[in-house]
C-alpha cells in the first residue's frame, strides 16, 4: 500500500466541507458505493439512517478534508451503498484512497479501543497536539498512540536464486519472500537474521534495506530487505513454513498477482535485476 503522495495528514480539528471525504467503517469494512466511490458529507443523518459512534479528522488529500468515522457494528448500508473488506479493495479503489483508507482504519481501531485508561480505566480525552488519547486522571495521565507493529520482510537471494515459501495460510500454490514482526529491543536488520533462521534453518549476510510500506493488516510497517545466503540447509518451522525452495529466476512457482504490496515489489526488483 504505497503512500498518498498528495495526503498531508493532520490530527487537528478540520473543517468539515461539501467535498470532504469520508471513510467510513463497519469493524474493517469501508462503505463505499457501488462504483467503489467514497461518500461525502452527505453520508450522515437526512435519510441514510448512519450515525457515527466516533469521527476523526485524517488530513487533506489535494485540497479534500478526509475524516474516518466509526460505524455501529451492525449498521446497515443505506442505497446504492456497499461495504467492503479493505484487504479485497486493492485493485478496485484508486491508489491514493487505499493508502488513505489504510491510514483511516488503523485511527479508528485505536480510538475505539483507547476509551478508557488501560492502567486505572479512567476515561480519556484527546490530545490537544498530538494523535494521542490522554488518561483524565490527574494522578495517571498515561498517552496512548496508534500502535505501529513493526514487522521485516526480506528476499534472500543466491545468485539467479530466490528463497520463496508458501505459509498454510496462502491461497493454494502460492509463495513469497519470507516476513516477520521485529521483537522487542532488536533492529530490523538483527529481525531478518533471526527470523529467516527460525523460519528456515538458514543463515544470511549482507543485509540492506529496500523500502517500507505500511500495511493496516492489522496495523503493520513493512520493513523490506534483501539478503544473501550464507550457509545452511533447509530446515522448515513446521508451524510456519509449509514448504520454501530456492527458485531460479526463469522457473518462478506463482506468486501474489499485481503490484501492491512489498512482497511483490521485492519479487520484481529481484527479477528486473537479474534479466538486465
Excluded at 44 to 67: D, I, N
Excluded at 185 to 202: K, P, W
Excluded at 206 to 235: H, T
Excluded at 249 to 256: E, S
Aim: net charge negative.
Amino acid at each position: 500500500m504505497k503512500p498518498a503522495r498528495s495526503f498531508v495528514a493532520s490530527h487537528r480539528e478540520l473543517a468539515p466541507s461539501e467535498n470532504a471525504l469520508w471513510f467510513a467503517f463497519r469493524r474493517r469494512e469501508l462503505l463505499l458505493s457501488e462504483r467503489f466511490e467514497l461518500p461525502t458529507s452527505e453520508l450522515f443523518g437526512g435519510s441514510s439512517g448512519l450515525t457515527p459512534l466516533r469521527t476523526q479528522p485524517l488530513g487533506l488529500l489535494g485540497e479534500r478534508a478526509c475524516f474516518s468515522a466509526e460505524l455501529p457494528s451492525d449498521a446497515a448500508a443505506p442505497a446504492g451503498l456497499q461495504f467492503c473488506d479493505l484487504l479485497r479493495l486493492f485493485g478496485q479503489l484508486e491508489e491514493s484512497l487505499l493508502a488513505v483508507a489504510g491510514r483511516a482504519v488503523q485511527v479508528v481501531e485505536w480510538d475505539r479501543t483507547h476509551q478508557f485508561c488501560g492502567a486505572c480505566a479512567t476515561p480519556t480525552r484527546l490530545h490537544e497536539k498530538r494523535r494521542a488519547r490522554v488518561c483524565t486522571n490527574p494522578d495517571c495521565r498515561l498517552e496512548f498512540f496508534p500502535r505501529v507493529a513493526p514487522a521485516m520482510i526480506v528476499a534472500v537471494e543466491r545468485g539467479p536464486e530466490i528463497l520463496l515459501a508458501r505459509s498454510p495460510h496462502f491461497p493454494p500454490e502460492i509463495y513469497s519472500v519470507l516476513a516477520g514482526f521485529v521483537d522487542p529491543g532488536e533492529s530490523a536488520e538483527e529481525a531478518v537474521h533471526r527470523e529467516v533462521f527460525e523460519e528456515v534453518g538458514l543463515r544470511v549476510e549482507n543485509v540492506r534495506y529496500f523500502g517500507s510500506q505500511p500495511w493496516p493488516f492489522p496495523n503493520s510497517l513493512m520493513l523490506g530487505f534483501r539478503a544473501d545466503y550464507l550457509s545452511g540447509e533447509l530446515v522448515l518451522e513446521a508451524d510456519e513454513i509449509e514448504d520454501a525452495r530456492f527458485f531460479h529466476v526463469d522457473a518462478l512457482p506463482k506468486t501474489f498477482p499485481g503490484r501492491v504490496s512489498i512482497s511483490q515489489w521485492l519479487l520484481q526488483d529481484f527479477i528486473a535485476r537479474q534479466h538486465a
